[in-house]
Structure formats: structure tokens, C-alpha cells
């Protein structure tokens, strides 16, 4: 597996993140939707990984510049046929050492409350990610939890 930067120009990637917006919305109610699109991961402040095993996508993540010292964990994502199979963690551990690297000191997310996101939460608390209150834009959500941690 190789986990890359990647310029999002691939319609490999185009249609894995097609799913995953797709099937977030199935889960979330309209007024907690956090999930962002292929135009909006294209936005500066967002570098974005793919996971790739051979040439199919099996993974992806993101990191959003907030400020010079806190990034925010988007898009996080296994491919349905390969969740359980470490890609989440192998990604998530990049992920982080790479934040520490650009010099960010604080890495925050917010993922879903309901069962569905489940094995998310505990993926992140497994990586030292613990509760927090909302930051940046959001706002308190039932749907949502927030998570941080120091880097």
C-alpha cells in the first residue's frame, strides 16, 4: 500500500469521494452534514492523502489548516470491502506525524454521534484523541462529537 499526497484529479478519487459524501448524507441529518466535498478539498488550506493498493483507492484523509498551530482531521475513510484491515490506523499515523511536521501542535475533529460512527470514535481515542468542545466554526451539535489532541 502507498499512502500519497494527492492533487484530487483522478477520477479514481472523484468517485471514492462521491460515496463517501453520499453515504455520509444517508446517515446525517441535513443540519449536521460536515463532510466535505471534492471542490472543497480542493481549497489551500487542505492537504489531502489517498491510500492506494495497486492502483485502487482503498483509503483517503485530510488535514485543514485552521490556524498556524491547529489543523482539523477530515475525510477520513477505508473503502467498504477493506475496513478492519489497518489502512484507518496505517492513514491516521501518517496523518499525524505529517501534521507534526507542517508544525502543527494540536490536531482536532469532529465526527458523528450516532452508532454508525462507533468504530471512528474509538479509532481515534485508540490514537489519543479525547473529547473537547466544539472549535472553529461549529457549534454544539447532538449529532456531532468533538474530539483533540496535542501533538
Known amino acids: 500500500m502507498n499512502i500519497a499526497t494527492d492533487d484530487l484529479s483522478g477520477p479514481e478519487i472523484a468517485v471514492f469521494l462521491e460515496e463517501h459524501v453520499r453515504q455520509l448524507r444517508s446517515v446525517s441529518p441535513p443540519e449536521s452534514k460536515h463532510a466535505l466535498d471534492l471542490d472543497a478539498l480542493r481549497r489551500p488550506e487542505i492537504t489531502f492523502w489517498s491510500v492506494r493498493d495497486g492502483e485502487m483507492v482503498v483509503g483517503c484523509g485530510a488535514i485543514k489548516r485552521l490556524d498556524a498551530d491547529h489543523a482539523e482531521l477530515k475525510s477520513m ?46 479509532l481515534y481515542r485508540k490514537f489519543g484523541f479525547t473529547l473537547c468542545e466544539p472549535f472553529a466554526d461549529y457549534r454544539p451539535d447532538p449529532n456531532s462529537t468533538f474530539m483533540t489532541k496535542r501533538l
Open 77 to 122: 475513510r477505508t473503502t467498504a470491502a477493506r475496513k478492519r484491515s489497518g489502512i484507518a490506523s496505517l492513514l491516521l499515523e501518517h496523518i499525524i506525524a505529517e501534521a507534526g511536521r507542517m508544525g502543527f501542535t494540536r490536531l482536532s475533529l469532529e465526527t458523528g454521534s450516532a452508532e454508525f460512527f462507533l468504530p471512528a470514535r474509538r
